[in-house]
């Protein structure tokens, strides 16, 4: 018998995958960066969870990883990677030959059974059934769309690409001009889909949409976001909503909130199968809670009898009405019930309200009186799932319940369902309330609850129907509620470190006393007014010492309005403004966050005038109210938010958005709240027969849960550090501090004097000013080697940059300005860099233009000859000149110009970063990394003119194995759009997806990268050829003059080459930064590029009081460059 190791890592055997995969559990997982150790034990995890969960029949996993290690690429990677191994596997029988000895006891191979009796369950399955035997689904669920669009990002890195899906609602899919700005649209669909005479035409096009071209193998959109498939539904008058149901059917890969999965009415409402699927939810500390919402059922009384109309009205149609009549009885007997109750209620109850509950034996008892029984429950069920399907049968034509009647029935039902399983069993873990209160009307709302107790009532369900649930977050400590709460057993639990190195990189402390030496204390019985001016003093000076953004995080929404009121009425809230801008997180829809947001990020980077200033009585209060001037002393920004709201879970603060979070109380339930009251009375009575925790316990995990999630919003990738900050004095308790995260936990200081904590907060903040520059220039020799395992080779040559002023007629502003200011490195350590040396100091600029291999056979490639050697350190220009080779163009040198007398001083030019001359400055292929230089305009311009579309293609290709740029990558580029129309003429752009590659690109001035820190820098990009029009304009008259249809008009254009990302490859700080009088508000509409565009300057060098133009970014394209949406156009000399 052999054995092997559970989790072995090595390097893959086979060369034409570079070092991109890793042989993890026998399963080679391809990877797009170098793993952190704890992400190839998170991997590891992952697959063997999933091979269990083959040889088992089920397995399940709780993984938590802390924010900014990798967490969802982890995911994503190797369970795409043991789906594509079980796929090959399954297709020649060998599926599961190779087993995981470590699975079976003793670490033995069990005997390979009989596959015939496989082979005739496949035989008498359905082909869609059969695929899924073949491939598992994997659906991969989190909270809300925004996540949703975050993991999408983190799937486009890597290398895998399955038929995927993203479901989602009508609100976010609906392409029906008429109906998708409706407030009700689910109803407006299903009421145009219901009407003969209009009908929905994107309905009818649901299909075409589906197999659309750009969502195929290969398309541009086979990686798609909601925003693409609604996109491309609006261009081809298809329905997205409809065709993503069907795009998910046929899935490899389903992206979903997790409503959809867990709730049984959702499921069934969208037909979706995952029965032997792989179920991932991510995010998922709340499970619990989501799975009891699941179970339970709450309706007002108006909200029956509009029902119990709509059944009546059916059940006196003949042909119909032995299906709703006996429905229309049952919801008659409940709202008569509720009617008997409300009319024997108390004196006091009707003064104060009143909540009725039952459980168990009464509470079947109580539904007996609404004709509701364990006899008569199946016929009523069979009759239900009857006219909900009618209601959602889009083509039919006859009569059917209304939509929100049809949701009412179900979710009834639904609850009914699970609490008369098993013959009435789990009675006894739900609870049947009645409620009467008093609303500020002062009328009467009645409402019916059934409430689930008993997350594992749902849970348990669908554990039982996947193959494997893997349950993943940064905060899923504390983790021993979980196999309780749920009833399912998670046979592989995983606590990862933090990558981040927490001694140096995370200040955590209590601060138990405020300034003037008073215990601060939030809970319910010390909070007043003594408490909330003391909160105020403490955080007036830690508002002095902390950098950027602060997140404050409150218990509640009622103790946020009651210390922002004695705030505003004790002027402290003036006070705090003059340190930094303050924000409220807003209650409501997601809209009215993300504007808050928006405007917090631009104050926490100066760019922003927004304040929340004090208004009269009686007015009502606007949190970010324009003011005319900023604050002279403002540093930042300090957003005040609650736990377990949408700031504290799922939004990025990375860098400057959150240097500290700051915890002020610990946010325990409601102890009043009727649910609370019930379920802690649940676990107090079943912990022993049913394994649970005790009462007191779990109401302490509910809050330490929210209170781990929300301090993890602080650090959120390797390079990022930040401080959190516990303002309680109960956090002194050991007790209290065994639940918080482990990586958090372990660093935690007390302090026993306000002044001592915050000393060594100032002293920890002020040494980590140029932390992330300087650990990118560390970085970067580790980000080179990965740009030469994809073999990309440049070579160098050096040109002049001119001053910008010569050929300008617009005035320079009073900060610097720089054109020529972006590159990618070959190598820090050849670099010098002074940060004392102003741009006019400088002389000169690198360029780097990309050659390949000479055996390609695409195209011929620039020459550097071996001349180099000659060059007097002084000489920094050398002239570009184009030598043919029969058809083909070949860019090679032709001549030295010595550039000592080029320049005159004071010129505007780049910060001189060339090669430090050695004894032999000829650079071999070796010593040469992935550099360029972008934006020489004036250079760029004299090189192009005379210069056809097909020479400047040759040039702009990046290697060997990269597509040539030229008129025949047109017609792949066509395969994005049906229409005939869309030709090159038209988009006047080359572009290739096809030859992305990931290379780091930083700002010349600044030396600051312009990638993302969690992609370790790399940008995701292609070299372009581009003719826009508007390019051409700002070349020709600058990124600062004003624009106008006449001037675009009149301006010559030339093919320029540009590098093109997706905004979504690039740091984010790009589209936030505001340049006084240059940067445009609504983005520059160019009819004749058919796009809007909006120039993009370097934020870095802004902080700075430079102005560094690096390009364009595409708001918005007509329909034939509806590809280019959302792209950013840096240019490439």
């Not at 570079?18 to 170098?34: A, H, L, M, R, W």
């Not at 179970?295 to 009898?305: A, C, H, M, Q, R």
């Not at 689930?452 to 849970?459: Q, S």
């Not at 927490?502 to 319910?524: E, F, H, I």
Request: charged content about 25%; proline content about 4%.
């Amino acid at each position: 018998m052999k054995r092997s190791n559970l989790l072995s890592v090595t390097p893959n055997p086979n060369p034409n995958n570079g070092d991109s995969g890793y042989k993890i559990g026998g399963i080679t997982v391809e990877f797009p960066y170098k793993p952190y150790g704890s992400q190839l034990a998170f991997m590891g995890r992952v697959i063997s969870t999933l091979d269990r969960a083959k040889q088992q029949g089920h397995s399940h996993a709780l993984l938590e990883s802390p924010t900014g290690t990798g967490k969802t690429l982890s995911l994503l990677c190797s369970a795409l990677a043991w789906q594509k191994n079980y796929a090959s596997k399954a297709a020649t029988g060998t599926a599961l030959s190779d087993a995981d000895p470590l699975i079976h006891g003793g670490g033995f191979i069990p005997e390979p059974g009989d596959s015939r009796s496989s082979e005739k369950y496949v035989k008498g399955t359905s082909a869609r059934a059969q695929r899924k035997i073949i491939r598992p689904t994997i659906y991969y669920a989190t909270r809300t769309h925004s996540q949703i669009s975050q993991v999408i990002r983190e799937y486009r890195k890597t290398s895998y690409r399955v038929p995927m899906a993203i479901l989602a609602s009508r609100r976010h899919y609906c392409t029906n001009k008429n109906v998708c700005s409706s407030d009700n649209i689910d109803e407006e669909c299903k009421l145009l889909l219901n009407d003969d005479g209009r009908g929905c035409p994107e309905f009818k096009n649901a299909q075409k949409l589906r197999n659309h071209s750009s969502f195929q193998k290969g398309g541009c959109y086979e990686a798609h976001d909601i925003e693409d498939l609604v996109k491309v539904g609006r261009s081809a008058k298809g329905c997205s909503y409809f065709a993503a149901q069907t795009m998910a059917a046929e899935a490899d890969l389903v992206f979903c909130p997790y409503s959809y999965v867990i709730n049984p009415v959702i499921r069934r409402g969208m037909d979706i199968d995952i029965k032997g699927s792989i179920l991932i939810l991510d995010e998922a500390h709340n499970i619990e809670d989501i799975a009891r919402d699941a179970g339970s059922f709450d309706v007002e009384k108006e909200i029956l009898v509009a029902l119990e109309a709509d059944l009546e009205h059916l059940s006196r149609d003949h042909s119909i009405g032995e299906t709703y009549q006996p429905l229309h009885q049952i919801i008659r007997g409940i709202i008569n019930w509720i009617e008997d109750w409300f009319n024997n209620l108390s004196e006091d109850s009707k003064k104060f309200g009143d909540c009725t509950c039952w459980t168990g034996d009464k509470a079947l008892k109580e539904l007996q009186e609404s004709y509701i029984s364990q006899q008569n429950f199946p016929i009523l069920k069979e009759l239900a799932s009857k006219a909900i399907k009618a209601a959602a049968d889009a083509e039919s034509s006859d009569d059917c319940l209304s939509g929100i009647s049809a949701l009412t029935l179900e979710g009834l039902f639904s609850s009914l369902t699970f609490l008369l399983a098993s013959n009435g069993q789990n009675a006894s873990d739900y609870q049947l309330a009645l409620q009467f209160k008093k609303n500020t009307g002062d009328k009467w709302v009645v409402s019916l609850s059934l409430w689930c107790l008993n997350p594992g009532v749902i849970f348990k369900e669908i554990a039982d129907i996947v193959s494997s649930v893997i349950l993943t977050s940064g905060t899923l400590s504390p983790m021993g509620s979980f196999a309780s709460e749920l009833g399912v057993q998670f046979e592989t639990c995983l606590e990862s470190p933090h990558v981040i190195d927490v001694k140096s990189q995370l200040w955590a402390g209590v601060v138990s006393k405020s300034p003037g030496n008073q215990q601060l204390n939030a809970s319910y019985k010390t909070c007043g007014r003594p408490f909330m001016d003391a909160l105020g003093e403490t955080l007036e000076e830690m508002f002095k010492v902390i950098p950027g953004g602060v997140l404050i995080f409150f218990p509640s929404y009622k103790l946020l309005n009651m210390v922002k009121t004695r705030w505003n009425d004790t002027k402290k809230w003036d006070k705090l403004n003059d340190q930094k801008i303050l924000f409220v997180e807003p209650r409501g829809k997601e809209d009215k966050l993300e504007t808050v947001l928006k405007s917090y990020y631009g104050s926490v980077h100066g760019n922003n005038t927004l304040s929340s200033k004090k208004i009269k009585k009686g007015q009502k209060r606007v949190v970010n109210q324009l003011s005319t001037e900023p604050f002279k002393n403002q540093e930042g920004a300090a957003f005040l938010a609650v736990f377990r709201g949408k700031v504290s879970e799922g939004i990025d603060f990375s860098d400057d958005h959150a240097r500290a979070v700051i915890v002020v109380g610990i946010p325990f339930p409601n102890i009043n709240d009727i649910q609370v009251i019930k379920k802690k009375n649940y676990n107090d009575s079943y912990r022993k027969s049913k394994n649970l925790l005790s009462g007191s316990e779990w109401y302490c995990h509910q809050a330490f849960r929210a209170l781990n999630q929300a301090a993890g919003r602080c650090i959120r990738h390797r390079l990022d550090y930040g401080a959190i900050i516990l303002i309680d004095e109960r956090f002194n308790d050991d007790r209290n501090l065994a639940h918080i995260s482990r990586w958090i936990r372990k660093s935690i200081k007390r302090y026993d004097t306000f002044d001592t904590s915050l000393k060594d907060l100032k002293t920890f903040f002020s040494g980590k000013v140029s932390i992330q520059q300087e650990e990118c220039k560390k970085l970067m020799p580790t980000v080179l080697q990965k740009c030469n395992r994809d073999q990309i080779d440049w070579k160098i040559t050096e040109l002049c940059t001119k001053n910008i002023s010569d050929n300008q007629n617009y005035d320079l502003p009073a900060k610097g300005l720089a054109c020529d200011n972006v590159f990618a490195p070959s190598s820090i350590s050849q670099y010098t860099y002074d940060a004392k040396l102003s741009c006019s100091q400088q002389r000169c600029s690198n360029r780097y233009l990309a050659s390949s291999n000479e055996s390609s056979d695409q195209c011929l490639l620039p020459e550097v000859k071996d001349t180099l050697e000659t060059i007097d350190s002084n000489s920094t220009t050398i002239q570009v000149s184009m030598q043919f080779k029969g058809e083909e163009p070949t860019p090679v040198i032709s001549s030295i110009i010595n550039s000592s007398e080029t320049f005159d001083e004071g010129t505007l030019t780049l910060l001189a970063v060339t090669p430090e001359r050695k004894e032999s400055t000829c650079i071999s292929n070796s010593e040469q990394g992935t550099c360029f230089s972008v934006n020489s305009h004036q250079n760029k311009q004299k090189k192009m003119n005379g210069m056809d579309t097909h020479n400047i293609a040759s040039m702009c290709c990046i290697d060997s194995h990269s597509c040539f740029l030229d008129l025949q990558n047109h017609q792949r580029n066509k395969a994005c759009f049906n229409d005939p129309s869309s030709e090159f003429e038209h988009s006047k752009f080359l572009y290739t997806s096809q030859s992305d590659k990931k290379i780091p690109i930083c700002c010349k001035i600044c030396i600051n990268p312009l990638g993302l820190s969690e992609d370790n820098y790399l940008v995701i990009c292609s070299l372009a050829s581009s003719s826009k029009v508007y390019l051409n304009y700002i070349l020709e008259y600058g990124p600062m003059s004003n624009c106008s249809p006449e001037t675009l008009s009149l301006t010559k254009c030339t093919d320029i080459p540009v590098f093109i990302a997706d905004r979504t490859s690039i740091n984010q700080k790009l589209f936030k930064s505001i340049v006084d009088n240059v940067t445009q508000q609504h983005g520059i509409w160019s009819e004749l590029d058919g796009c809007v565009f909006n120039v993009i300057f370097c934020p870095f060098c802004i902080d700075n009081n430079n102005i560094t133009y690096l390009g364009v970014h595409i708001l918005a394209t007509d329909e034939l460059n509806a590809c280019y949406l959302n792209k950013v156009m840096i240019n490439n000399p």
